[in-house]
T-cell receptor
């Protein structure tokens, strides 16, 4: 069963706007990660946030983590058409060598 | 170029046939994983290996087997394919251990259709 659940399932925005994607999970985690998948390709790691962190930035990406609510958000600022892709959150449950569990993904479309 | 190579890229297979999906990485990662991706279900873990010589079952292991004879290779075998195994299969790897890196590196996937 999925540990992480993304919201919304699909998002369509205009180029230049910000895109916010949310992820909720069920159990305690070591870290939460966001991945991107372009159509027909493998997933690519974007950013990782640990359970003791609340916010992290990487370029135009900002991720937040609220462990009390068991939720995370990924913000992409000043979106570009090239950001069009599917985005997945993945959680690493607590414990050594835990396996990542992925959500079902969010389809982001950025209109030029 | 360092990374993960999967083969074949795509395959159409008759039900009941045996098939091995190949995965090779040259990053010397100790942990490797097989996921399947289905529309509406996301990625689900089939089998994993934390180090050469060991394997473990994931969320959906039935109908699949793996082996890890060395660090670089992690083949996935369908002993007798069924239509429900039609999916896109992704191999992934990462470093586990004292200097661990939790992020996964993915191959480009194998599109498998079982008819």
């Amino acid at each position: 069963s999925q540990q992480g659940e993304e919201d919304p399932q699909a998002l369509s925005i205009q180029e230049g706007e910000n895109a916010t994607m949310n992820c909720s999970y069920k159990t305690s985690i070591n870290n939460l990660q966001w991945y991107r998948q372009n159509s027909g390709r493998g997933l690519v790691h974007l950013i990782l946030i640990r359970s003791n962190e609340r916010e992290k930035h990487s370029g135009r990406l900002r991720v937040t983590l609220d462990t009390s609510k068991k939720s995370s958000s990924l913000l992409i600022t000043a979106s570009r058409a090239a950001d069009t892709a599917s985005y997945f959150c993945a959680t690493a449950p607590t414990g050594a060598n835990s396996k990542l569990t992925f959500g079902k993904g969010i389809t982001l479309s950025v209109r030029p | 170029i360092a990374g993960i190579t999967q083969a074949p890229t795509s395959q159409i297979l008759a039900a009941g046939r045996r098939m091995t999906l190949r995965c090779t990485q040259d990053m010397r990662h100790n942990a490797m994983y097989w996921y399947r991706q289905d529309l509406g279900l996301g990625l689900r873990l089939i089998h994993y290996s934390n180090t050469a010589g060991t394997t473990g079952k994931g969320e959906v292991p039935d109908g699949y087997s793996v082996s890890r004879a060395n660090t670089d290779d992690f083949p996935l075998t369908l002993a007798s394919a069924v239509p429900s195994q039609t999916s896109v299969y992704f191999c992934a790897s990462r470093i586990l251990g004292a200097v661990s890196n939790e992020k996964l590196f993915f191959g480009s996937g194998t599109q498998l259709s079982v008819l």
